[in-house]
């Protein structure tokens, strides 16, 4: 039904007009559509995202040592039980 209504419309389109057509966007290996923000304000952006990260990373791998410690300070005791 559909595929009916569209030909009719198409037939009654006078010629020079585009018809109803889509075209599918064609990328090269490689593309990921915008190009990548130049200037100076996006590489603030960048330093502070890599700083937020660098910290986040820090205050986990301070977490991890205190608790390889604590495991370290525990399995102390348990020793000197046996």
Known sequence: MYRQTITRLVKLLPQGRMTLSTTARVMAS??????????????????????????REREKLNE??????????HLNRLEEHL
């Open 64 to 73: 991890l040592r205190n608790k390889i410690s604590e495991q370290h300070e």
């Open 30 to 55: 490689g593309d990921t559509g915008a190009p990548r923000a130049g200037g100076s304000r996006a590489d603030r952006e960048k330093s502070n995202e890599n700083l937020g990260i660098k910290i």
